[in-house]
């Protein structure tokens, strides 16, 4: 089985988030990217593929600016991958969503693929638009919020759960196809460190973005908020359980006004 | 000028569902109630449709199909490109459910549309529309302008409020379902297992939610959490120290990799505040901590905080809430 992972490279979960002084992103100066969390679990999921069934390959592929979008995709080659491909993109702010499936299409097309796996959305964004839009590109189904994804060696069809409002739904469908993964593995696989220093050398196939980019139907930043910042919960004051209760009974009734 | 806004539903019990009435509503504020027009796909869409008209909306499209029933994005981008076209729509608004975020992907391409998904607002500024959404689970708001004359647009769940009913009739047009790829009708859906959350309202619509951690020690002893979650008529979550454990299932799990909630009211019991869990809830409008340790985190972002024994104020707190509701 062929199979491609598309990664993103997020801020740190612990980074400090800091307007960028322009005032329309992140700032992203001195803050350390990461592979995204669903992404992660993507690479573990078609690694976990790969090793069930003798043969496959999983090719790692991101579109993205330097240098952030070539650390993860080397990050990715030391948990495993076989193959990476970079569709580089201009430095500095990445791609909105649908720009970025437009880039992914051209590397995942150009090889090939019979399961794309992503991650659900990514940290940073959170718009979970990619996998559908790169589907879409690609002329083949996506399914999201997938969970326990099967599939037997020469099988026509995948199997897998999705997590969605309806409950546990439970889907075959055929190859190929986009899967976003809402999987979260107990346990995913580390890099060693002979598998970090090795992945430095291996070679990253780099492609092109279109020349001209479609400028319709794309999403600009303007502006970056960050809320206040939380002052601390107001601690409330008691002698007795049944004290501490009527107060925040009170409290949320008269105060706050959220009491129902 | 503002075209037309077509929101497509989905069906919930035979209804319309909540998050759809909740994108009626943000779609009337933003373009005007007499812009905006409703779609509905499915075998059985004609009963839920008559929802869009007491929600206010005058006409419907309707795709009868019993293949569309629990059809998945894909399918039904290519009905509603079509739709959105032949009404010279500019705007496409849906719930934020699974089903709107990949119908609005897929709209990205087969519609030429700007896409935002977890929209919180919208605004028209001219023909220029932008939109703000938190990132960062929470932790940040962007601003974001919509490029081109097509957008797509799925809003956060309870972004809007759904409007008040009242008796009112819609226009039904029917869509031909000619024209779609075979290859995305071939995949299958089997069955969907409800997974059993109890009598209390979904973690994600719920406007209370109360969760509970690691401080509550065992699985015996979640039942304070559910007796608190009963008095207000709130969703039951829980961190991931708990899911972990197998205390709760992980459909439990309020956090970056579980469930995202913004109620109204947020109850943390015996949570620490690990920033995986604060990127789940930390967009509720007021976040009340009960936790015995002074120095957790759960109280840098609380507005109310108890450092209490939760086995002692817990009890006496659902008590208290009982008899203040009268119940």
């Not at chain 2, 199909?65 to 009404?87: E, W």
């Not at chain 2, 990132?135 to 974001?144: D, I, L, Q, S, Y």
Request: charge should be neutral.
């Amino acid at each position: 089985m062929e199979i491609v992972v598309c990664v993103k490279p997020v801020p740190d979960a612990e980074t400090r988030l800091r307007t960028a002084p322009d005032g329309t992103t992140l700032d992203i100066e001195a803050v350390k990217f990461v592979l995204a969390g669903y992404d992660e679990s993507a690479v573990e999921q078609a690694l976990l593929l790969r090793e069930a069934n003798p043969g496959s390959k999983v090719h790692v592929v991101s579109a993205g600016p330097p240098p952030r979008t070539e650390e993860v995709l080397r990050a990715s080659l030391a948990l495993g991958c076989d193959l990476a491909t970079w569709v580089e993109t201009p430095p500095g702010v990445a791609p909105d969503p649908v720009s970025a499936a437009r880039a992914l299409a051209r590397a995942v097309s150009a090889v090939p693929h019979d399961l794309v796996l992503c991650g659900k959305n990514a940290g940073d964004d959170e718009a979970g638009v990619v996998p559908g839009a790169l589907a879409e590109l690609l002329g083949v189904p996506d399914f999201s919020a997938v969970l326990d994804l099967r599939w037997d060696a020469g099988a026509a069809r995948l199997r897998f759960q999705r997590n969605t409002e309806a409950g546990v739904e439970s889907w075959e469908a055929p190859l190929p196809c986009v899967v976003a993964l809402q999987q979260a593995w107990n346990d995913p696989r580390t890099a060693k460190l002979p598998a970090i220093l090795k992945s430095r050398r291996l070679p990253i196939a780099k492609v092109s973005p279109e020349a001209a980019a479609p400028t319709v139907g794309t999403t600009r930043p303007t502006k970056f908020e960050l809320p206040p910042p939380r002052t601390g919960a107001k601690l409330i004051e008691f002698k007795t359980p049944e004290e501490a209760a009527q107060k925040l009974v009170k409290v949320l009734k008269e105060e706050a006004k959220v009491f129902p | 000028m503002t075209g037309p806004t077509l929101v497509v539903g989905e069906v919930h019990d035979g209804g319309l569902s909540d998050a759809t009435k909740e994108a009626v509503g943000f779609a009337q504020s933003v373009s005007g109630k007499e812009n905006v027009v409703g779609f509905l796909a499915g075998s059985s869409s004609r009963a839920p449709a008559a929802g869009f008209g007491r929600c206010g909306v005058a006409r419907t499209f309707v795709a009868e199909d019993p293949r569309l029933d629990g059809a998945v994005g894909a399918v039904v981008a290519h009905l509603v490109a079509s739709a959105a076209d032949s009404l010279g729509a500019d705007l496409v608004v849906v719930g934020g459910s699974t089903f709107g975020r990949d119908l609005v992907a897929r709209l990205g391409v087969r519609w030429s549309a700007a896409v935002a998904t977890g929209v919180t607002s919208l605004s028209r500024t001219g023909a220029a529309l932008e939109v703000r959404r938190p990132v960062f689970g929470g932790r940040a708001t962007e601003t974001r302008q919509l490029e081109g004359a097509h957008a797509a647009v799925a809003i956060r769940p309870h972004a809007s409020a759904a409007p008040p009913e009242s008796p009112g009739e819609t226009a039904l047009t029917a869509v031909s379902v000619e024209g779609i790829p075979p290859l995305l009708w071939a995949p299958q859906r089997l069955g969907v297992k409800v997974v059993p959350r109890g009598a209390g309202p979904s973690l994600t619509d719920a406007s209370i939610v109360v969760s509970g951690g690691r401080g509550i020690r065992a699985a015996e002893n979640f039942r304070l959490i559910d007796e608190l979650a009963a008095s207000l008529d709130a969703a039951v979550g829980a961190s991931r120290a708990v899911t972990d454990a197998g205390w709760r299932p992980e459909n439990y799990q309020v956090g970056q990799t579980g469930k995202q909630v913004s109620p109204q009211l947020y109850v943390a019991v015996g949570i620490s505040g690990a920033i995986q869990h604060l990127m789940g809830m930390i967009s509720s409008r007021v976040i009340v901590a009960i936790n015995s340790d002074p120095s957790a985190p759960i109280f840098k972002v609380a507005d109310y905080g108890l450092v209490a024994d939760l086995f002692q104020v817990v009890p006496a707190l659902t008590q208290e809430i009982r008899r203040a509701r009268g119940q």
